[in-house]
């Protein structure tokens, strides 16, 4: 099946500073591109959608300042968080759709001390 | 809106059990029904799907109907082995260029 990646796998960064998330579709061209946060023992809540060569559509409560999307190609798109705060540290998925169907990165673990 | 609600985890089964996780949805028109999985440390992957009332979704013995009569589409599967642990998210998607709506995950551990 189609494979997306993301990298970093995990990071940690020092409060203030900013950290750029890449995800990838491998053996595909995705036009449309999900970001989605998942909280410990909660579910995935997509933060925005993304397309190819346009601006990216973030959900309601989102901020789009602060978490920059950019989907510079049909297989690259990148999420950085912005002066990132102990409360951005969460595990951040992307998706990418190919057809009728949505392919899921393996996340990125991301810890702001 | 749409939304997933599925019951709460965790799961604890002993291999060979009997596996039922409950999966009822809110949502307008027809949409498409799924099952994702998650095992430890990886990525969600597509576990079945269903697209219409009535379709039943299949696969590693995991079956999962869409029932539009109680708005429910629960996975089952007759007998859970060692390797089934893992998170199981059932989603929505509306026709179009929408994205996937999550209930909140199921965490099964499934003992020796």
């Known amino acids: 099946g189609a494979v997306v990646s993301q990298h970093p796998s995990w990071v940690i960064c020092k409060s203030g500073t900013s950290v750029k998330i890449e995800c990838r579709s491998l053996?595909?061209?995705?036009?449309?591109m999900f970001w989605y946060r998942q909280f410990p023992k909660q579910s995935l809540m997509l933060m925005a959608t993304?397309?190819?060569?346009?601006?990216?559509?973030?959900e309601q409560g989102v901020e789009k300042d602060k978490f920059l999307i950019n989907h510079a190609s049909l297989t690259l798109s990148t999420l950085t968080v912005t002066s990132a705060h102990p409360e951005d540290s969460s595990f951040y998925i992307c998706?990418?759709?190919?057809?009728?169907?949505?392919?899921f990165g393996p996340g990125t673990r991301l810890t702001v001390t | 809106g749409n939304s997933v609600t599925q019951m709460e985890g965790p799961v604890t089964l002993s291999e060979e059990a009997f596996l039922t996780i409950n999966c009822t949805y809110t949502?307008?028109?027809?949409?498409?029904l799924f099952w994702y999985v998650q095992y430890p440390g990886e990525g969600l992957q597509l576990l079945l799907k269903?697209?219409?009332?009535?379709d039943k979704g299949s696969n590693k013995g995991f079956e999962a109907t869409y029932r539009k009569e109680t708005t429910s589409f629960h996975l089952e599967k007759g007998s859970v082995q060692v390797s089934d642990s893992a998170v199981y998210f059932c989603?929505?998607?509306?026709?179009?260029?929408?994205?996937?709506?999550f209930g909140k995950g199921t965490r099964l551990s499934v003992i020796a």
């Open positions: 998706s990418a759709r190919s057809v009728d169907e949505q392919y």
């Open positions: 949502a307008t028109g027809y949409p498409s």
């Open positions: 989603a929505l998607r509306q026709i179009g260029n929408t994205p996937l709506v």
């Open positions: 269903a697209t219409k009332a009535d």
């Open positions: 993304s397309n190819e060569g346009s601006k990216a559509t973030y």
């Open positions: 053996d595909f061209q995705a036009t449309t």
